[in-house]
């Protein structure tokens, strides 16, 4: 697996994403952002994964859309990650974050209930509608102590009985964490999922930050 760094070196706070090369290209534009709306100090870990279906999904499920099926490979992509995070010398006490889009934004938020390595959990346009993911997280304790949820408001405006279903998951998912006494907020941007994901990523990051 291979990572790339941005932002300051040695920074104790330190922001956590997958990405795939397709969406590689937004990540200075992200830290832009992020920049311009809170002034804290930190670096980001962007994780480039190969098989974004696979490599971020939880359990195995069936094809949303095509042939290809979820595989079931976040537990190796976590693996890797922590073992990345273990090593990591830019300080010796590093707060981490970790969050992402879509499909990633669903990882970081599976990932907060496998460790507690992750302050907080920044998940933009998460891909909540995923088969048993709410009653996952109803079931389990989340390790993080800040949750940022977003969608955008016409996400869920389609006829596919799986994607449809995305709004009230998030709302579920929102309800879940709050009782449970995590800080959390959810934020409704305005378009479809494909919609500025770069912006909505950095609005997730800065809201923990």
Avoid at 9 to 38: C, M, T, W
Avoid at 101 to 110: E, V
Avoid at 137 to 159: C, F, N, Q, W
Wanted: hydrophobic share 40%; proline share 5%.
């Amino acid at each position: 697996m291979e990572y790339m760094e941005f932002g300051t070196y040695g920074s104790p706070v330190v922001l956590v994403q997958p990405f795939d090369r397709r969406s590689a290209d937004g990540i200075e534009k992200e830290i832009s952002e992020i920049h311009g709306l809170n002034d804290t100090d930190f670096r980001l870990i962007a994780v480039l994964v190969d098989n974004w279906n696979n490599d971020l999904s939880p359990w195995n499920a069936p094809a949303v859309y095509g042939k290809e099926d979820f595989e079931g490979g976040a537990p190796d992509t976590l693996e890797a990650i922590l073992g990345y995070l273990r090593t990591d010398a830019g300080t010796d006490e590093p707060k981490y974050y970790i969050g992402g889009y879509s499909l990633a934004g669903l990882f970081a938020l599976w990932a907060a209930y496998q460790t507690d390595m992750f302050g907080g959990v920044a998940a933009a346009s998460p891909s909540v509608w995923y088969p048993d993911f709410t009653e996952y997280m109803g079931g389990h304790d989340i390790h993080a102590g800040k949750v940022y949820l977003s969608l955008g408001d016409a996400e869920s405006r389609t006829r596919h009985p799986v994607m449809s279903t995305v709004g009230e998951r998030i709302e579920q998912a929102r309800d879940i964490l709050t009782s449970s006494c995590v800080e959390c907020t959810l934020e409704w941007n305005p378009g479809n999922h494909f919609a500025d994901p770069d912006i909505r990523t950095a609005k997730a990051f800065a809201w923990l930050l």
